[in-house]
């Protein structure tokens, strides 16, 4: 044998990382079972209430993120142990917004316009002088490359 492999299979490193492999492969097996039920429980709470529910959305955004942290620590993309060796994840679950007014998103402090409502805009026919007529058209970028190549 050559002195890196004797090395590797003695270091005690890489046997406590399987170890930690083994136990992230049962909680992974686990956290799916819990995520298919959370489907389900999500389907079915949508079905009768018309609406999915907030809270089930949020456990289930963060339990896809333990979910990923542990494949990753699994495939070594990682080296930093998931939940409970580190926090559980936040959840990053974006808010719906109403349906009835869609806002503009301010482009620069202190403008006026940013804060009129869209559809009041549009059913008004005029917009403020600060805002262009007809909406900005972007080109995609390798459109805008190649234009540039060819000057």
């Known amino acids: 044998m050559d002195e890196q492999l004797k090395s590797n299979l003695t270091s005690g490193k890489h ?3 399987l170890v930690y492999m083994v136990l992230f492969a049962i909680m992974l097996q686990v956290s799916l ?3 298919w039920v959370l489907v389900v429980v999500q ?3 949508a079905l009768i209430s018309g609406n999915d529910n907030r809270n089930l959305r949020k456990f289930g955004d963060s339990l ?3 979910i990923f942290q ?3 620590f699994l495939t070594y993309n990682s080296e930093e142990k998931p939940f409970p060796f580190s926090d559980w994840p936040e959840a990053n679950v974006v808010e719906e917004e109403s349906d009835s007014v869609i806002t503009e998103e301010p482009e620069a402090a202190g403008t006026e316009s940013a804060e009129k409502p869209l559809e009041a805009t549009e ?4 917009s403020d002088a600060s805002e262009p007529s007809e909406p900005l058209k972007k080109e995609p970028l390798e459109k805008e490359i ?3 190549e060819n000057k």
């Open 33 to 35: 079972a819990v995520m």
């Open 146 to 148: 190649s234009d540039k």
């Open 123 to 126: 059913k008004e026919g005029q």
């Open 70 to 72: 542990a494949i990753q």
């Open 43 to 45: 389907f079915l709470f």
């Open 64 to 66: 896809s993120q333990f």
């Open 15 to 17: 046997w406590l990382r």
